[in-house]
């Protein structure tokens, strides 16, 4: 209560009227009951939830899992699936396995990625990695970890995967064959390794693995198209690894394809020149893949290789398996083997060297060497024409020696082995052998020479010539004090003649003048005497009567 109010005392407030009475409550129906606007705020959130699940369930495709060796770098609900750049899944769940030995990735692929659910489809992590095809993934440095998908071409649906552990070299998508080379040793290939054609890259390596039987291994190459038709039949195939250099009786050769081959090895392959085969080869034909080209070039032989023996008694270093025979320049075989053998009858050793010689080489056929009686005589024959095997030398560098047949004129008479299961053939002594035996004939006629004496006859010569050089020194001397002062005295002589002679013909000089006056008399004594002769012609009586005063001219 304020002061105001307490200060006015308290009065009774007047008696009010009588209300009227109150109306009658009216009872009325009631009527539809409508929502309020708040409601229509829930239902609308409620329909965008529905629309969003319905969408979502409509996008989503085939869940599929894929096993790989680590999680690495994946997410679950934040790696993508991609395929040329386009996702096409997401990684819902990462799981381990119960032996642990791998991870399974659950993956959640779009409705519009049903294909991708093909048994051979191919699914790998694409993180950097560094191989011999090149760099991959560098993208991943700034998007991150994602995984690559490979589409398949099957029929059959699959729901679990096993995940690659590197990109595929070559996706199905691409045009082209694959071959199979068989190989003894894989040298420095690798998957991803370049195929060449001609020193064109035409394809790569995509797998290899050895066969069942350890002895070799078995590489596949896919070759792009075009460039798969030009294998043939004929399509030789040989390692383009590295560096390929020979150094044998031939010379220095060096090889290569490109400088990726010399770091990372190759594949190279060609037909021959002479080959007629033009249909290309079919998927998955067999090859053998050659060490080097040489080898893969060599030109086939239509008959098996004959073995003969060769026994040397000479030294045989410089000759290795492999070394060329050839005769007169033509390669006809190569050596198979070379060993040593004693003789107890001659207590010495000799040398056996297998080699393979190839008859159609030297233009010997089938029916050549079917009827022996007569490749008995043709051997009988080249026999006493002197033909013979000989070691010589091919490369003075390296001292590799090789194999020659050829005929000699002088080579002495020999009996041909022919009945035995290696034939033995007559063999010559080397150049070599023949220059050292030649340099020894020298040696010993030169140790036949006696120097003492030629020594003993030069020391007289040489006494003798100085006594000639001494007697020669005594002339000069004599010569120096006798004979030059009087050549001196005839030369100063002649000198004196010279300049009265020179005195004489000077055209000043009293004799020159008085030749010219005689020239002058005898030129008028000359005109007199042709004045006379004139005369006399003309008056031959003058010479009887003498010369008149009338006939004074």
């Known amino acids: 209560m304020s002061e105001l109010e307490a200060s006015v005392p308290f009065a009774q407030s007047p008696a009010l009227p009588p209300s009227p009475p109150l109306p009658r409550p009216e009872r009325r129906q009631r009527g539809r009951w409508l929502p309020s606007l708040v409601w229509l705020i829930p239902v609308v959130a409620a329909l965008i939830s529905l629309s969003l699940l319905i969408h979502t369930l409509a996008e989503r495709g085939p869940t599929i899992t894929v096993t790989l060796r680590s999680a690495d770098g994946l997410i679950p609900g934040k790696t993508p699936v991609r395929y040329k750049a386009v996702d096409i899944g997401l990684v819902k769940s990462l799981r381990l396995a119960q032996d642990h030995s791998h991870v399974v990735a659950t993956i959640e692929l779009t409705s519009d990625a049903e294909s991708f659910s093909t048994d051979d489809t191919r699914f790998w992590v694409v993180r950097p990695r560094i191989a011999v095809s090149g760099i991959s993934g560098l993208e991943t440095l700034v998007s991150g970890t994602y995984i690559g998908v490979d589409a398949g071409r099957s029929e059959v649906r699959g729901r679990a995967f096993t995940g690659l552990e590197a990109p595929p070299v070559v996706t199905t998508d691409a045009s082209g064959k694959q071959f199979v080379l068989r190989a003894a040793e894989l040298g420095s290939l690798d998957i991803g390794s370049p195929v060449y054609y001609r020193r064109v890259q035409v ?31 004929d399509t030789r195939f040989w390692h383009a690894s590295g560096i390929d250099i020979k150094l044998d009786s031939g010379g220095f050769k060096l090889n290569t394809q490109s400088l990726a081959t010399m770091l990372l090895g190759g594949v190279a392959f060609q037909a021959p020149d002479d080959s007629k085969a033009t249909a290309a080869a079919g998927e998955n034909t067999q090859f053998m893949l050659a060490s080097d080209q040489a080898n893969a070039l060599k030109a086939s032989d239509e008959l098996a290789p004959t073995l003969a023996v060769l026994y040397f008694d000479q030294s045989v270093r410089g000759l290795s398996p492999g070394a060329p025979v050839d005769f007169r320049g033509i390669a006809v075989g190569q050596v198979r083997s070379i060993g040593i053998e004693y003789q107890r009858d001659k207590k010495s050793f000799r040398m056996p060297v297998i080699v393979e010689l190839y008859p159609s080489r030297i233009g010997l056929g089938a029916r050549d060497l079917a009827d022996k009686q007569h490749a008995r005589g043709i051997a009988d024959v080249l026999n006493k024409r002197g033909l013979r095997a000989q070691l010589r030398t091919g490369n003075l560098l390296t001292g590799q020696v090789f194999v020659a047949f050829d005929f000699f004129a002088n080579a002495p008479p020999v009996k041909l082995s022919l009945d035995t299961a290696v034939p033995e053939l007559p063999t010559m002594p080397g150049t070599f052998d023949e220059l050292q035996t030649k340099f020894g004939d020298i040696v010993s006629k030169l140790d036949k020479v006696p120097f003492d004496q030629i020594g003993q006859d030069l020391r007289t010569t ?89 006939e004074t001219p």
């Open 203 to 233: 394809g790569q390596v995509v797998a290899y693995q050895l066969n069942p039987d350890g002895r070799d291994l078995s590489v596949r190459v896919f070759i792009n198209k075009p460039y798969d038709q030009m294998v043939t039949a």
């Open 462 to 550: 040489m006494a003798s010539l100085e006594k000639m050089l001494g007697n020669a020194d005594k002339l000069a001397t004599q010569l120096n004090g006798d004979v030059i002062p009087q050549i001196t005295v005839a030369l100063q002589d002649a000198r004196k003649t010279l300049q009265t002679a020179n005195a004489a013909l000077d055209s000043s000089g009293p004799m020159q003048q008085d030749a010219r006056r005689m020239m002058r008399e005898l030129t008028r004594t000359a005109i007199s005497l042709r004045t006379l002769t004139d005369y006399l012609e003309g008056h031959p009586e003058a010479v009887v009567r003498g010369k008149t005063d009338q």
